[in-house]
């Protein structure tokens, strides 16, 4: 810009100067009143001064532009070549490789990155092929263009090694747009690959897994509609594929045995974004029940839209396994205190029960019963009916008390064809009316009707009432089973008491 300015002031000052001769020649090739002073030699010698002093100032002026002109290209010289050491201290520090081809792809510069990355010193690679250090058929182009082209490749090592590289190459133009070479960046994406073959063997194994679990897996979106199911979840369901799965139009809401549960696994996903070991009764199209144990999780697409992800193992098996020892041990605890055959309380619960009401009759001082029974001739009944008819007789007579009853009154099967009644808060007569009348009704049932058979049974009771005939369970037990033995030995069907 100096030396714009520079020459255009000179060249204003030579186009001055010409003009001032100009005028001189006119005036003494055209003398007038005004410069007829002038003689002709006078005039000359003032142009010729004016001449000489113009051309030295313009001379030296001239010499000032050229040493102006010679700085200004040493600092540009000097600016460039710094220039280039800071590109070459880049390029050189990248961690990436870096090469300058010519038009015909030899190199014609390179960092040293790549020269580290393959083992190889400068001479070897400069103006060589590039693709003379790689292996074409491992090419692999991600992206290509006039300007541009990013391929994979796999490289040659100074130890016969291969190395996959990652090349981005750019074309170089100058000023003027022309294209002069290329510049490629180079990345060693060895661990890249690596992490890329470890997560496809991931994906692999969590395919394999997927298909071949025995949980059932699935997506559906939040509406209810599934989106993947594996083949486990469709055989927990019926189904002979994920695909007839996936067809079914009933939808997830109709697998609930009741909607509610779904609502529920819905409200908790809402509010936690997750549900553990959550148990539901679903049920399978044809109507089978089954039970399931759900852990899921609330989460997204990714467009954004909620997705529930579930894990479903079919836990029908244990929850019916689990009834059954619930039941089990309800059975078991039931005849710990009952007999098998009649329903009725059995001795062991009879002598805890007793102990309890005597310690209470005794603080509260009240009285109650104790009846002992014994069946007439039910051998007679057993002989002529069989031993199948007799316990089923036994068992028809134990509902006769049972029903004869109201509680806290209650009946034992005491062994055979003996049972004991407790009355509680009933003194001896009392107690006689209410046995008269269990007597009564056992007398007028018929029992075995439905074998097809018509029994009348009858039975001798003894009773013995607390604290009037004894205050300890033994004497109790005694004094009643004397009362009925009395009975028994006296002609039977009665009561008897102490």
Request: aromatic share 8%; hydrophobic share 35%.
């Amino acid at each position: 810009m100096v030396l714009t300015a520079s020459w255009k002031t000179l060249s204003r000052r030579w186009s001055y100067i010409k003009l001032k001769k100009h005028e001189v020649v006119h005036q003494v090739t055209n003398p007038t009143p005004g410069n007829i002073l002038l003689n002709t030699t006078e005039r000359i010698k003032i142009v010729d001064k004016m001449a000489s002093d113009d051309h030295e100032r313009l001379t030296d002026r001239i010499a000032e532009l050229e040493n102006e002109v010679k700085d200004l290209k040493a600092l540009l010289e000097k600016q460039h070549e710094e220039d280039e050491s800071k590109y070459k201290r880049v390029i050189d520090s990248t961690s990436e490789g870096y090469l300058e081809l010519d038009l015909s792809l030899h190199i014609t510069d390179c960092n040293a990155t790549i020269l580290a990355l393959l083992g190889k010193d400068k001479q070897t690679m400069l103006h060589k092929p590039i693709d003379a250090f790689y292996d074409r058929e491992s090419v692999y182009v991600h992206f290509a263009s006039i300007s541009h082209l990013n391929f994979e490749a796999d490289f040659s090592t100074s130890t016969q090694e291969s190395i996959p590289l990652l090349c981005k190459r750019s074309i170089i133009r100058d000023s003027e747009g022309t294209p002069r070479g290329y510049f490629v960046f180079l990345t060693d994406v060895t661990e890249l690959k690596k992490t890329q073959e470890s997560l496809q063997h991931a994906q692999a194994r969590y395919r394999v897994m997927y298909e071949n679990a025995a949980q059932g897996m699935y997506q559906s979106t939040f509406e209810g509609l599934f989106l993947r199911v594996n083949p486990a979840l469709a055989r927990i369901f019926g189904f002979e594929s994920p695909k007839e799965f996936l067809d079914y139009s009933g939808g997830v809401e109709n697998l609930y045995k009741h909607q509610d549960d779904r609502q529920k696994l819905l409200t908790v996903l809402q509010r936690d974004q997750v549900v553990k070991n959550y148990e539901v009764e679903m049920v399978k199209p044809g109507g089978k029940i089954l039970w399931v144990l759900l852990n899921a999780r609330l989460t997204e697409d990714p467009e954004g839209k909620a997705i529930i992800e579930g894990i479903l193992i079919d836990n029908t098996d244990k929850r019916f396994a689990e009834d059954r020892l619930r039941k089990s041990r309800e059975r078991f605890r039931y005849l710990a205190n009952h007999d098998n055959l009649t329903g009725l309380y059995n001795t062991r619960y009879l002598y805890k029960a007793l102990d309890e009401l005597i310690t209470s009759s005794k603080e509260e001082d009240k009285h109650f019963s104790l009846v002992f029974l014994d069946m007439d001739n039910f051998k007679r009944v057993v002989d002529t009916y069989g031993h199948l008819n007799g316990s089923q007789a036994l068992k028809e007579v134990a509902r006769t008390l049972q029903n004869s009853l109201e509680e806290p009154a209650f009946g034992v099967a005491y062994g055979g064809d003996e049972f004991v009644l407790v009355l509680p808060e009933k003194g001896k007569d009392e107690a006689v009316r209410q046995i008269r009348r269990i007597r009564s009704h056992m007398k007028k049932t018929t029992y075995l009707e439905n074998k097809g058979l018509a029994v009348h049974m009858s039975a001798s009771f003894g009773v013995a009432t607390f604290p009037d005939d004894a205050q300890e369970r033994e004497g109790l037990l005694a004094l009643a089973d004397e009362a009925m033995f009395d009975i028994k030995t006296g002609g039977k069907d009665g009561v008897g008491t102490k």
